[in-house]
T-cell receptor, first 115, second 111 residues
């Protein structure tokens, strides 16, 4: 099992550019989550999907951020235009909910630097 | 408001048991206690969870007090690879929700 796959692992861009982060969840998982981690704010939930449908996007910081899940095996998080304060590590996680157990499997993260 | 309170850091000698406390005095009846850890530069990793009974798996044990207002994660024989930030999270069962991470406890295993 390859686990959750994220790409790219590192991204350096200039302010104002569009950034797209990608995630492939574990096959068969029905939930997908996007988190952001910074030193100042720690780990924050941005948005999550159930069966490809966005359920809660209240953590998305502003309209510059958007996320899509066109199918069960792929999701994107897009920032347009990017700003230096978006610099962070972005994690994708997936889970298969059964009974009352919800174990989330995290990817390795994408380290984004906006200059 | 934080739902859990953890010490910011702890040290433990290699080979000893590491006991990580968590206070969750406002926990509701349908909420579970989950523990995750994050090793430097990696994504968080699930360790264990429980509702009211003590739980044990190959990684750790979870002791929940009878009133459920606090819990302790026990790593029975800590190794250097257990150095990480440990997060105690309270979350409802019965479905997936995004996890709310606090600041966690930075556990440092000393050789």
């Amino acid at each position: 099992d390859a686990g959750v796959i994220q790409s790219p692992r590192h991204e350096v861009t200039e302010m104002g550019q569009e950034v797209t982060l990608r995630c492939k969840p574990i096959s068969g998982h029905d939930y997908l989550f996007w988190y952001r981690q910074t030193m100042m704010r720690g780990l924050e939930l941005l948005i999550y999907f159930n069966n490809n449908v966005p359920i809660d996007d209240s953590g998305m910081p502003e309209d510059r951020f958007s996320a899509k899940m066109p199918n069960a095996s792929f999701s994107t998080l897009k920032i347009q235009p990017s700003e230096p304060r978006d610099s962070a590590v972005y994690f994708c996680a997936s889970s298969l909910v059964w009974g009352k157990h919800n174990e989330q499997f995290f990817g390795p993260g994408t380290r984004l630097t906006v200059l | 408001d934080a739902k859990t309170t953890q010490p910011p850091s702890m040290d433990c000698a290699e080979g000893r048991a590491a006991n990580l406390p968590c206070n969750h005095s406002t926990i509701s009846g349908n909420e579970y206690v989950y523990w995750y850890r994050q090793i430097h530069s990696q994504g968080p990793q699930y360790i264990i969870h429980g509702l009211k009974n003590n739980e044990t798996n190959e990684m750790a044990s979870l002791i929940i007090t009878e009133d459920r207002k606090s819990s302790t994660l026990i790593l029975p024989h800590a190794t250097l690879r257990d150095t990480a930030v440990y997060y105690c999270i309270v979350t409802p069962g019965g479905g997936a929700d995004g996890l709310t991470f606090g600041k966690g406890t930075h556990l440092i295993i000393q050789p």
